[in-house]
Structure formats: C-alpha cells, structure tokens
C-alpha cells in the first residue's frame, strides 16, 4: 500500500483551487511524490499547479506531455524563455493543448530538474503487436505489467474508454487502448521513482486525473515497486464535479469553454 497523507480528514472533500490554503501545502511539502492531476485544456488547472510547485519548491518535476528525449534539452535559462522552450520542446507538433497554458508550470519549476515521461507513439504501437510486457520493457513485471486486470477493473476501464471515444471506437480495440493507459501508467510511475532516487525528492509530477488517480493510476504503480514511498495525490475538477478516483484532495475550478469533442467523431 501506498503510505498516503490523507487531507480530507483536514480539508473537505474538494476545495476551491483560490482558497488554497497553508494546511494543504504543509501535507504536501511532507510528501516525496505529489500527484497534480489535471484537466489537459482547462487553463485554470494549470495556473494552481504553478501555485503549488512555486510553494513545493520541487526538487524534480515529471511531465506527462513531454519524453526524456524533450527533458534532455531543458537546460540553463531556457525555462525562463517561453517561445524558446516552446521551440525545443516541438510543441506544436505535439498534439497538447496550447504551450502558454502550461508555460505558468514550467516557469515555476526554474531550478528543478525536468523528467518526461511521455510514451513515444511507437511504443504505444507496439502493444498493439507485441503486447504490454515488450512495450514497457525491463521492470514490465515489478511495475504489474505482467498480470491481467481484475474483470471489474479491466470493464471499468474498457467503459471509459469507449466513454472519452464518444462511444465511437470498435469493442475489439478497447482492450489494447486499456493496455496502452497501463504503459503510460507504468512508465510515469517508472520516471517519477528514477526523478526520486536522483534528486532525492520532492517530485511533482503533472499529469492527466485519469493517470493520478491512486486506485489504479500511477501512483498504483509507484506501491508495486517503492511501497514505503510518500505519495499524494491531487486531482482538479471543474464546476463541483469531482474526477473519478479516490484522490487525497481534489480541487475545484470553473470549467474551460470549449467545443463538443464528440463532434469530431461525426465529421465525414
């Protein structure tokens, strides 16, 4: 199990991301792991993940959005430079959301040191052929990539997917898109305990609410393999409407406007 350090026991289930308070950042300041989820396009959600890392003062920060190919360039001031980092990192070749909303995140980690996380699109083909455990590689098995999902978990999961689908993919695809979420599971918890060992922690790492929820995301992952380690997790609603999982504190900012994204599933 996770040694978690529970919040709601001080804080209410959710709380508004303007009325962060001290009791939330001194449990988080006593962590070695913490888990900002997010919602990918919701500006807001981004700007208190740079409140929190500013106060943190993280020794590493991991990113879902970039590999550690990306992470190797980030040196020196380049952090200090929006458009310049924007440049290196080839985001607009990415498929992210805008860089100026993740830019608050990244200028507040100037003197962490930067991991990616991020799945090559190859990688994440190659559990299509040749199955999860070739995908992730060495430590496959320690980081449970050898087992199946519990029937539960794996229709639960295989429910979302065809849910953030739109209802739109073939059934026969759903178990390998639930394979390819366990890679990248694995592969944040993978970075974030080598980010932890390296620096000697705290770590934040920012990522999707789906990969930081700790029933079955990656902080799931981190208890298989550093069961002792201190982990806390954060998830970001919008509007009251709380993420699913079973977060140590979730909170809340009103929801970004943006289009039907089942609509680009009814385009000819």
């Known amino acids: 199990m996770i040694r978690y350090l529970t919040v709601f026991l001080a804080l209410p289930a959710f709380v508004s991301a303007e009325t962060l308070n001290d009791d939330l950042f001194t449990q988080l300041s006593a962590a070695q792991i913490v888990v900002l989820g997010e919602t990918h396009d919701n500006p807001a959600h981004h700007r208190t993940q740079a409140d929190i890392v500013a106060k943190i003062a993280p020794k590493a920060v991991v990113y879902e959005m970039i590999t550690g190919a990306q992470a190797a360039l980030v040196r020196g001031d380049i952090m200090r430079d929006e458009v310049a980092l924007e440049q290196v990192l080839g985001w607009n070749e990415s498929g992210w959301p805008d860089f100026s909303i993740y830019y608050p995140v990244f200028a507040a980690s100037v003197g962490a040191k930067t991991f990616g996380a991020a799945v090559p699109r ?43 689908h739109c209802d739109a993919l073939p059934a026969e695809l759903l178990p390998a898109m639930v394979d390819v979420q366990r890679l990248r599971d694995a592969r944040l918890a993978q970075i974030s305990i080598e980010a932890l060992d390296d620096t000697g922690g705290p770590v934040v790492v920012i990522t999707g609410n ?48 943006r289009e039907d994204p089942c609509l680009a599933f009814k385009k000819p």
């Not at 029933?215 to 919008?238: C, F, K, N, S, Y």
């Open 210 to 257: 789906g990969h930081a929820r700790p029933d079955w995301g990656m902080p799931a992952a981190i208890a298989l393999v550093r069961p002792d380690a201190a982990v806390m997790t954060v998830g970001q609603g919008e509007d009251g409407v709380v993420p699913e999982g079973r977060f140590d504190a979730v909170l809340q900012s009103p929801a970004t406007a």
């Open 122 to 164: 190859e990688a994440a083909r190659e559990v299509m052929g040749d199955g999860l455990v070739a995908a992730f590689g060495a430590q496959a098995e320690e980081f449970g990539l050898a087992a199946p999902l519990d029937a539960d978990q794996q229709i639960a999961r295989e429910a979302l997917q065809m849910k953030a």
